[in-house]
């Protein structure tokens, strides 16, 4: 039995296959998923009136957890697959940054390159793992101090790490003991697939046949997908849609307009039928 699926799943900005000024296109090969690890950080205190400001309440310690927890940098973590993410893309800056990614992992030793690098939202996702505040909850009046507060926070872990290692440095970055970390979900394990795998290689050509200038890269989805079922069971998964997409029509996406271009669909169904067929004959 071939072991190998082509998910239509599509994440983060850099799964989109995106037209760039000077008709230069880049098509993402999804090798690698993040995975959610969702955290609730329930803080305890004593409560009161709001008239009488207690310094240690609930709100306050839950306050200052999460500034801590805001400003915590997670190590920084290079997997194969966005390392030649940064390679591929070399091609599309100018130099002294075209040097740099395409010797990425070199030039993650130097702390101002990464602080440069990480603050940007597109490739700080790709090299650590993230915490996101999302949802917050307190007392349900305003003259009230409740005894407990609590946030959500929307952590995505990169392939190969650790939950229990993680949950032991957020609650080191948390630092009060009056405050709870507590598992809101349950998610598979992150995970990826190698990008020197015949599917791998056969997207590639057929890409390169419809569109012969394009850049093909193996990309890291930051959101979640059924590759991530099909992986434990040994079988290849990426996520690939071939569609080219300008711009403003990519930024259509979940919106009340979202769209793509018919000949896109049409040409996209042309290349998938392309690819199963040779896979099948392999």
Known sequence: MKKWTIPGARGSLPMSNLIYPGDKVIYGIGAA?????WIRLV???????GSIPIPDSAPNRLARAMIRVVNWETPIHLLPQVEEYFH???RLEKEPRASLFRN???????PAFVKEITADE???YQLRDTVSLTVLKGGPQTNVIPDTASCDLDIRLLPGEDTQAFLAALRSAVADDQIDLVPISVFRPPNSSPITTPLYRTIEQVVHEYSPQALVTPVLNGGYNESQMYRPLGINSYGFVPIEL???VEETEHAPNERIPVEQLRRGLKMLYELVGRMESQ
Request: net charge positive; no cysteine.
């Open 33 to 37: 998923e993040k995975a959610p690890f």
């Open 104 to 110: 990425i992992r070199a030039s993650l030793q130097d």
């Open 246 to 248: 300008a711009p403003e």
């Open 122 to 124: 597109r490739y700080n």
């Open 88 to 90: 591929q893309i070399a």
């Open 43 to 49: 803080a305890h205190g004593r409560g009161g009136h």
